[in-house]
């Protein structure tokens, strides 16, 4: 069974640092990862998806980058804003292409002015 | 640009009581998702449906029901509503599963 776990659970750092937030996966036979942002009391918004055969993707200041053979991703925040405070979450989309989308906790994030 | 659209946004139930989560989407997208978000713990799958007419259970099916009879439209079912099933509900789609997934804003949910 796929598990998706993220560490931390949260995170609070002061404006301008560079960061990274982690997601682990059990099962390695995934299709894409895909990390997503969510405000509170909003629904999620996809920040970036990362096929299997990809090792990264980048947008703005968000890099994400994909190790499938050891299960990991990790999303990189470079010079943070206190507008990236959010929970992020990461969710795989199995190869076995039943259709599933199988999320993590989520780390929620702080930025301090 | 209306996306991913859920009503209502908040309802409270009685226990015992029954309703409808409504999801719509105008992307034409064939996979569509029904999630639940406790504190903390994630979203959890309750069931997803892969094209018109056809649906499957996920991690937490019981006490729901869903039908898919058209592309845009994926309804939530709750029958005899239970405090376990205070949480906020989450519709999402995508084109085929292996596009990136599109969310409603949610209802919240509450059972007293």
């Known amino acids: 069974k796929q598990e998706v776990t993220q560490i931390p659970a949260a995170l609070s750092v002061p404006e301008g640092e560079n960061l990274v937030l982690n997601c682990s996966f059990t099962?390695?036979?995934?299709?894409?990862l895909q990390w997503f942002r969510q405000d509170p009391g909003k629904g999620l918004t996809s920040l970036l998806l990362i096929q299997s055969s990809q090792r990264e993707q980048t947008s703005g200041r968000l890099n994400a980058s994909l190790d499938k053979s050891s299960g990991r991703s990790t999303l990189y925040i470079a010079a943070s804003q206190p507008g990236d405070s959010a929970t992020y979450l990461c969710?795989?989309?199995?190869?076995?292409?039943?259709?599933?989308?199988?999320f993590g906790q989520g780390t929620t994030l702080q930025v301090k002015p | 640009n209306a996306g991913v659209t859920q009503t209502p946004k908040f309802r409270i139930l009685k226990i015992g009581q029954s309703m409808t989560l409504q999801c719509a989407q105008d992307?034409?997208?064939?996979?569509m998702y029904w999630y639940r978000q406790d504190p903390g713990m994630g979203l959890k799958l309750i069931y997803y449906s892969v094209g018109a007419g056809i649906t499957d259970k996920g991690e937490v099916p019981n006490g729901y029901n869903v039908s898919r009879s058209t592309t845009e439209y994926f309804p939530l079912r709750l029958e005899l509503a239970a405090p376990s099933q205070t949480s906020v509900y989450f519709c999402?789609?995508?084109?085929?599963?292996?596009?990136?997934?599109?969310f409603g804003q949610g209802t919240r949910l509450t059972v007293v």
């Open positions: 099962d390695s036979a995934i299709y894409n």
């Open positions: 992307m034409n997208h064939n996979y």
């Open positions: 999402a789609s995508s084109y085929s599963g292996r596009e990136k997934a599109f």
């Open positions: 969710a795989v989309y199995p190869s076995s292409n039943t259709g599933k989308l199988i």
